[in-house]
């Protein structure tokens, strides 16, 4: 099994930055597809970015693309997602997201029903 586990949430006024972190365990992480997602309350989840198992393709929703940078490194099991220039509209809960296949790119990398691992989520608040 495939354990999540999401940090690095928390209060920021606009235009700040955060850095999200999410670990993992289990050995199928370095071979797999990764993602970010968001949900704000009364909202569907919503992709943010994703990230192929080597770490040399992106890609981000367009409400994100310029602001937020998404990287991995698979030695330390540990995806990231660095958000800058953060708007109130960015406030949701934030999960990170694990395809099991490995060495293969969901066909829909930014539908969630891709993703078979998911962590806790951790909360980002961004005033205004």
């Known amino acids: 099994q495939v354990q999540l586990v999401e940090s690095g949430g928390g209060l920021v006024q606009a235009g700040g930055s955060l850095r999200l972190s999410c670990t993992a365990s289990g050995r199928t992480f370095s071979t797999g597809t990764m993602a970010w997602f968001r949900q704000a309350p009364g909202r569907e989840r919503e992709f943010v970015a994703a990230?192929?198992?080597?770490?040399?393709?992106?890609y981000y929703a367009d409400s994100v693309k310029g602001r937020f940078t998404i990287s991995r490194d698979n030695a330390k099991n540990t995806l990231y997602l660095q958000m800058n220039s953060l708007k109130p509209e960015d406030t949701a809960v934030y999960y990170c997201?694990?395809?099991?296949?490995?060495?293969?790119?969901?066909?829909?990398?930014?539908?969630?029903?891709?993703?078979?691992?998911w962590g806790q989520g951790t909360q980002v608040t961004v005033s205004s």
């Open positions: 990230i192929r198992w080597s770490g040399d393709n992106t």
């Open positions: 997201a694990l395809d099991n296949s490995p060495w293969t790119l969901p066909l829909r990398l930014n539908r969630a029903t891709e993703y078979d691992y």
